[in-house]
C-alpha cells in the first residue's frame, strides 16, 4: 500500500484488515493471514522536520537556471528509503521525461543541467554551514 501520509497509510491498513475480516466470515474454516511490512515512506513527512534540505535543493535548481517544479510524490525511491533511515534525501531531476512508460526519455542537455544542480547544491551546502 501506498499513501501520502501515516494517517492515510493507516486507513488503508485498517481497510484491508476489514476485508480479511470479512472475507474469513464468509468462508468458515479458511485461514487467511496478513501481514504488513514497512517498505518506502512518504519523504515528505521526514523532511518536514528539518526542511532546510528541501529549501538548498529549490535553490540549488534555481541557481541553475531552472525554476523548480514541486510535485508530490508517495515514495518508492531510494530517497524515500534513506529519508526514513534519517539521512534526509528530496528527489531532484535526472533529466529524464514521461518516466515509467513507453514514452521514457532522457535529454543529454537536461542530464548535463541535473548534474550542475547537484554541483550547486554542494555550494549551497557549504556555503550554508559555513560559520
Known amino acids: 500500500m501506498r499513501a501520502f501520509s501515516e494517517r492515510e497509510l493507516?486507513?488503508?491498513?485498517?481497510?484491508?484488515?476489514d476485508i480479511v475480516d470479512a472475507t474469513a466470515a464468509r468462508f468458515p474454516g479458511a485461514r487467511i493471514q496478513l501481514e504488513?511490512?514497512?517498505?518506502?515512506?512518504n519523504m515528505g513527512e521526514a523532511i518536514a522536520?528539518?526542511?532546510?534540505v528541501l529549501d538548498y535543493a529549490i535553490e540549488a535548481v534555481?541557481?541553475?537556471?531552472i525554476e523548480p517544479v514541486r510535485r508530490a510524490i508517495r515514495g518508492g525511491t531510494d530517497g524515500a528509503k534513506l529519508s526514513a533511515m534519517g539521512l534526509l534525501t528530496p528527489n531532484l531531476f535526472a533529466g529524464g521525461q514521461n518516466p515509467?512508460?513507453?514514452?521514457e526519455w532522457v535529454s543529454l542537455e537536461w542530464m548535463a543541467a541535473a548534474v550542475g544542480v547537484c554541483l550547486q547544491l554542494v555550494s549551497?551546502?557549504?556555503e550554508k554551514s559555513s560559520p
Open 10 to 17: 493507516a486507513e488503508r491498513e485498517d481497510v484491508l484488515r
Open 100 to 103: 515509467h512508460s513507453v514514452e
Open 62 to 65: 534555481r541557481r541553475q537556471g
Open 124 to 126: 549551497v551546502w557549504l
Open 36 to 41: 504488513t511490512k514497512a517498505t518506502y515512506r
Open 49 to 52: 522536520r528539518d526542511p532546510k
